[in-house]
T-cell receptor
Framework: DAKTTQPPSMDCAEGRAANLPCNHS???????VYWYRQIHSQGPQYIIH???NNETNEMASLIITEDRKSSTLILPHATLRDTAVYYC????????????FGQGTRLTINP | DAGITQSPRHKVTETGTPVTLRCHQT?????MYWYRQDPGHGLRLIHY???????DKGEVSDGYSVSRSKTEDFLLTLESATSSQTSVYFC?????????????????FGPGTRLTVT
């Protein structure tokens, strides 16, 4: 079973910030929080990851709470091309990374 | 895309026939994975490999076998296909992020193979 809980769907207006929450209350100290997204029937695509500090890259920002039990992925200026299923996954990065996908959040960006 | 290709991209086969799906990578990554995805669900890990001839089972390995005789190729075989194995199959590799710093990894996924067992 997935170790994360996400809302099944969200909507956001184009140009606004999309904030996708994820609960991972049983996360262990050496597990990272990773976000992937899947557009249509393509293979999932890596977005961002973090351990305990907030992270930002060219695609998104990741905010992890101090107790690490939840996180939020932020797409600062959502576009129609950001419509996808977003997966929050926690795992240990040493060795084989056996990802356990939940059902993710289906994000729809509306014009 | 980390140089990952999958073949075939689409296949229709009959129940009871053997099927082999191929995943090919061009960058000599150590770890390779096979996932399946069914409608309305996330991906589930079937098998993975941590080197040539080194493989292990994932979450849903029953009915599947794998082989890795070369670094670049990871084969998934359905010995006797069943309708429950109709799915989209994704191959993935682990690639390092930020080489030279604390190394973390991301997985790159192939384009997928849509398999229909009739």
């Amino acid at each position: 079973d997935a170790k994360t809980t996400q809302p099944p769907s969200m909507d956001c207006a184009e140009g606004r910030a999309a904030n996708l929450p994820c609960n991972h209350s049983t996360i262990s100290g050496n597990e990272y929080v990773y976000w992937y997204r899947q557009i249509h029937s393509q293979g999932p695509q890596y977005i961002i990851h973090g351990l305990k500090n907030n992270e930002t890259n060219e695609m998104a920002s990741l905010i992890i709470t101090e107790d690490r039990k939840s996180s939020t992925l932020i797409l600062p200026h959502a576009t129609l091309r950001d419509t996808a299923v977003y997966y929050c996954i926690v795992y240990i990065i040493q060795g084989a990374q056996k990802l356990v996908f939940g059902q993710g959040t289906r994000l729809t960006i509306n014009p | 895309d980390a140089g990952i290709t999958q073949s075939p991209r689409h296949k229709v086969t009959e129940t009871g026939t053997p099927v082999t799906l191929r995943c090919h990578q061009t960058e000599n990554h150590r770890y390779m994975y096979w996932y399946r995805q069914d409608p309305g669900h996330g991906l589930r890990l079937i098998h993975y490999s941590y080197g040539v001839k080194d493989t292990d089972k994932g979450e849903v390995s029953d009915g599947y076998s794998v082989s890795r005789s070369k670094t670049e190729d990871f084969l998934l075989t359905l010995e006797s296909a069943t309708s429950s194995q109709t799915s989209v199959y994704f191959c993935a590799i682990s690639a390092p992020l930020n080489p030279g710093q604390v190394i973390t990894y991301e997985q790159y996924f192939g384009p997928g193979t849509r398999l229909t067992v009739t």
